[in-house]
């Protein structure tokens, strides 16, 4: 009862004509900034700061603003994923094995209402999540230990079995390249500086930004250009913008489920909307099974990691308001936001601040739904990039793709390495590797090897850390069910075939 | 397929050169038995295995439905944009972001079968335009280059 | 153009009403070597708003991202680079000097830029969870003594950083080798915080700062602060130090700028004059209160000499723990 007391004095905050304008512009900002490839949500908040700081925005305003930045980003980096096949970010990259596919078919608008729909599903549910379970919830978080996160990675890494479809040698091979991509740079347990060659610019590694756009927007560059030698255009958005109720009803077992599971990753520190997506892509392939069009244009496998996405976000929240700790790139941002207006994120911020912290949280109602409202509109003029003639748009992609990946160093050499990795992605392309695979074994692998090496440091090199609490053995069990199942799906088809063989004899 | 057992080749011996490099990574001090070297020996060596496999076995390459068989003309022009993207690349900082958008992006909309006036009139535009944007507006420093000595 | 000509007059008015002499520098732009949101972006905002708000600069500067080997890519990019760039300010850390000590900033030493500026620091300090069995440094430096592998470290960086080094000391006071720690290393406060508060770890080495928020809930106690005395702060003040304690340990985390090798005198004493000024003002203290930065001062010469002394002591210490030969 108090909470809902509480929530009613949130909303009396965030429903001022002020702060509902505020959100407004967030969204809007946020939306253009997450279109971007390259800029993403931490760009977009990291650059309102000191404008929200400059207007002397009170800080619940302020924070509103940010929050609305935030998820208008992610509304944003969908975009271009679904028209150009060129995801922005990390988090948005498993919504171009869908939405792109869907595009082609024509039904770009579709795709793209759609995917707001579901991520405003899956925000929507967090966030009621947030407003039930938050103090709870971050108990849990805190249990996740590295043995834990391990666990979590190695489930992650055999759901991405599933990704391999007809080809499963290239799926494992791009995924190891990955993997293995993942280990350059600085070590972070031990210091030793892994296959940078001397060259500081490698010393954190490959950024994620520079092997997201050359293998994605570089290759897409190069493959553009074959399309314009041959006389091809984009398939252009035809006929329907919305979806329809039948569309909405076919995805909202999947929308449940993956608000579930996006919200829960969310809320644990570091796993993010990446992760969030990429399970919920890769559980409802497999959930699907041999019914399923899934990298064909399914729109389930739009909705899940699009509502994962918007689930995790509003997670995401959770650490950062509950223990200070931030939950993704982005809210460590934000948590720099706070101290600038003395407040100290951390478990006392429920108490000390009730109306900003519940204020904000019926912020992210309200910019959720404005982001839908606005949105749907808007659909209209963002298929229009569909209709840019190829040698308009193509030096648009290359030049924007420079500029975020000059962004993130300021250095010549990631721009060098940028056009190597999209070679290196365009032949990859054409060879038939799938790239997906790729950039999550490039994200989990860090995680894997370094939680791994925490866990066993923790243990002093005794292995049994791994399996010994509950959450562990959970998530074990589940890596375990996922292998099987398609064992046995195989087994049972091999059986009927059989018995359809000995009926016929 | 013969271009595809080359590529697997060279990616395969580049694979072995990392791993015979990661012999040599080892801590001076270490608090667990992994250490730094045997993450990448263990993706290396899966990774080599299934190149090799690829090599010895390769599978047919599946082309989507509308990709048409690459020929000279495209491999010219493909390679010219490598070159075209690479000199962007290269000329980015030094020359500044204006020039030599405006210089790649007419190239670009050229080799994209753009017409010689609009590809002229669009790269400037969209040059000015982007580095308003970003520099001025989203706060991304962009390098001015050889416009330096203008007070912009 | 009318875009083009107020910065012009912005530039011409400014030179007008200077009290100095010196005019600003062109284009003023301050580098902070890592991703958007941590120490360094801290320092530099705190630069960016500190000069805007004592009138010192006309528009705020911008904040350029270059973040790779804790500052060793912008060291490079501005020695090799931008060496006669008087308009751009780098922040560094204590951490910066570190890894500099072992020669992970590639060819470059630390003689090879124009340290300008040290205006904040930040300080070590071991923590544990509120229910811990060791209530003194005292308590953990037997502890470690009888059997190190009993107890379980966790802090924010790899063997040889920052963080390591704080906990090598401590081993050391201890009379064991850093080796034979149980040692884990994690990310930044945040994960220490989560760590300990989650029981992976016992004892946190960690930053005063970061840990505040869990000491005030009641979640955490700090054991000691390495620091030359008791922090000046209400909440702090209890806090003892290693050194009351008993063990000379003293580790700051010094915040500041470097300018480029090549950049004129009268570019050099601009911003010198400017951070002189605004180290002195009230203003600015209560803007690096905010940022939850101790007071540290120096300028110049004064900081050039403090660095190389920094650098040596540094290198010094990662002979004697075997990091560099």
């Known amino acids: ?62 924070l509103i603003l940010l929050a609305a930045v935030y998820l208008g980003c992610e509304y944003g980096g969908r975009i271009s994923s679904i028209l150009l096949n060129i995801p922005g970010e990390a988090s948005t990259l498993m919504t171009t094995l869908d939405g792109y596919p869907l595009a082609r078919k024509g039904l770009a608008g579709v795709a793209l209402s759609l995917s707001a729909w579901s991520s405003f599903i899956g925000a929507f549910i967090a966030t009621c999540g947030m407003v039930l379970f938050a103090p709870l919830l971050a108990k849990w978080a805190i249990a996740f230990g590295p043995a834990e996160y391990f666990a979590l990675m190695v489930f992650a890494i055999v759901c991405l079995a599933g990704m391999a479809g007809d080809k499963p040698i290239k799926t494992l091979v791009a995924s190891l390249l990955g993997l293995f991509l993942a280990a350059i740079g600085i070590d972070a347990n031990s210091g030793v500086y892994r296959f940078t060659f001397d060259s500081i610019h490698l010393a954190d590694g490959i950024q994620f930004v520079v092997l997201v756009l050359g293998l994605f927007s570089v290759s897409e560059v190069l493959l553009l250009l074959e399309k314009t030698h041959h006389g091809q255009d984009a398939v252009k958005a035809t006929g329907r913008m919305l979806f329809n109720f039948r569309e909405a009803k076919s995805v909202f077992l999947t929308n449940l489920r993956c608000a579930v599971s996006g919200f829960v990753m ?49 997670g995401a929240m959770i650490p950062m308001l509950t223990l200070g700790v931030p939950g993704s790139g982005t809210t460590a941002v934000m948590i720099g936001a706070l101290t600038l207006y003395n407040i ?63 962004a993130v160093h300021a250095t010549t050499f990631d721009l060098i390495l940028m056009v190597i990795i999209g070679i290196l992605g365009y032949i990859l392309r054409k060879l038939d590797f799938p790239l997906s695979p790729l950039l999550l074994g490039f994200i989990l692998g860090g995680l894997m090897e370094q939680n791994l090496r925490r866990a066993l440091s923790i243990s002093n090199g005794s292995m049994d850390i791994l399996w010994s609490s509950g959450i562990s053995q959970v998530v074990w069990l589940l890596a375990i069910v996922m292998l099987i199942l398609p064992m046995i799906r195989i087994w049972r088809r091999r059986s009927l075939r059989r018995k359809a063989h000995m009926a016929n004899v | 397929m013969l271009f595809q057992r ?142 330096d000595g203008l007070e912009i | 153009m009318a875009l083009s000509l107020r910065p012009l007059a912005v530039t011409a008015v400014c030179a007008l009403l200077s009290t100095q002499l010196m005019a600003e520098p062109k284009r003023p732009e301050c580098i902070a070597p890592a991703s958007p949101g941590g120490g360094f972006d801290l320092t530099c905002k705190l630069a960016q708003s500190a000069l805007v708000n004592a009138k010192l600069l006309e528009k705020p500067m911008r904040v350029t991202y270059m973040p790779g080997g804790v500052g060793a890519v912008a060291y490079n990019t501005v020695v090799a680079q931008r060496p006669k760039d008087g308009g751009t300010i780098v922040a560094f850390s204590s951490g910066s000097l570190l890894n500099l000590a072992q020669g992970k900033f590639g060819r470059f030493d630390e003689k090879a830029v124009r340290w300008l500026a040290a205006v904040g620091t930040s300080y070590g300090a071991i923590a544990v969870k509120s229910d811990s069995p060791y209530k003194t440094l005292g308590d953990l430096v037997e502890a470690l003594k009888k059997d190190p592998s009993k107890v379980v ?159 040596a002591k540094y290198r010094g210490m990662a002979k004697e723990f075997g990091l560099i030969q």
């Not at chain 1, 990298?295 to 689930?311: H, N, V």
């Not at chain 1, 509109?377 to 500029?403: C, D, G, Q, R, Y």
């Not at chain 2, 000015?128 to 420093?141: A, E, K, M, N, S």
């Not at chain 3, 005395?229 to 500041?256: C, F, H, K």
Request: glycine letters at 10%; aromatic letters at 10%; a negative charge.
């Open chain 1, 1 to 62: 009862m108090e909470t809902l007391n509480f929530l009613a004095q949130g909303f009396g905050v965030a429903l001022t004509p002020t702060n509902l304008i505020i959100a407004l512009v967030g969204t809007l900002i946020g939306t253009v900034v997450g279109l971007l490839p390259g800029l993403g949500p931490i760009n977009g908040v990291a650059l309102l700061i000191p404008v929200a700081f400059a207007l002397g925005l009170p800080p619940e305003s302020a």
């Open chain 1, 266 to 314: 969310g809320v644990l520190p570091g796993a993010g909307a990446t992760l969030a997506s990429a399970l919920a892509y890769m559980t409802e392939k497999r959930m699907a099974g041999e019914k399923g069009e899934f990298g064909k244009g399914d729109l389930r496998g739009l909705a899940a990691p699009e509502t994962a996405i918007g689930a995790s976000c509003c």
């Open chain 1, 344 to 406: 100290t994120p951390g478990p006392l911020l429920f108490q000390n601040e009730p109306t900003l912290v519940w204020g904000l949280i019926a912020s992210l109602f309200i910019a959720n739904v404005m982001l839908l409202i606005l949105n749907v509109p808007m659909i209209k003029v963002f298929t229009k990039i569909l209709a840019v003639p190829n040698w308009a748009l193509v030096p648009i992609i290359a030049i924007i793709t420079s500029i975020g990946v000059y």
């Open chain 2, 6 to 147: 080359l590529f697997l080749g060279v990616w395969l011996i580049a694979g072995l050169v990392m791993m015979y490099l990661a012999l040599d990574y080892q801590a001076p001090f270490s608090y667990e038995p992994v250490g730094p070297r045997a993450y990448p020996m263990l993706m290396l060596g899966l990774m080599s295995a299934g190149l090799a496999y690829l090599l010895i076995k390769p599978t047919p390459i599946d082309h989507a439905h509308d990709e048409k068989p690459m020929d000279a003309p495209t491999a010219r022009k493909v390679v010219s944009c490598i070159l075209l993207l690479l000199a962007y690349a290269l000329l980015f900082e030094p020359f500044g972001f204006v020039p030599s958008s405006i210089v790649a992006g007419f190239l670009f909309a050229r080799l994209y079968g753009g017409r010689w006036l609009p590809s002229l009139v669009t790269s400037i535009v969209m040059s000015i335009c982007l580095y308003i944007l970003f520099d001025r507006i989203l706060d991304v420093p962009l390098p001015l280059g050889i416009l």
């Open chain 3, 153 to 311: 470290i966790g802090s924010g960086g790899t063997v040889g950083s920052q963080d390591w080094m704080q906990t090598a000391l401590v081993a050391k006071a201890a009379g064991i080798n850093p080796r034979d720690l149980r040692y884990v290393s994690l990310e930044g406060g945040g994960e220490i915080a989560t760590a300990l508060l989650g029981g992976h770890i016992q004892v946190g080495s960690t930053d005063i700062s970061d840990s505040m928020p869990h000491i005030e809930s009641g979640d955490m106690r700090i054991l000691a602060v390495f620091s030359e005395n008791r922090l000046n702060e209400s909440a702090m003040a209890d806090i003892p130090t290693a050194r009351e304690q008993g063990y000379d340990i003293v580790w700051p985390v010094v915040r500041g700028y470097y300018l480029g090798p090549k950049v004129s005198d009268e570019d050099y004493n601009w911003w010198k004059a400017s951070f002189d000024k605004l180290l002195a003002s009230d203003d600015f203290a209560k803007l690096r209160d905010q940022r939850e930065l101790f007071p540290f001062a120096m300028t110049g010469s004064e900081l050039d000499a403090y660095v190389q002394k920094e650098v």
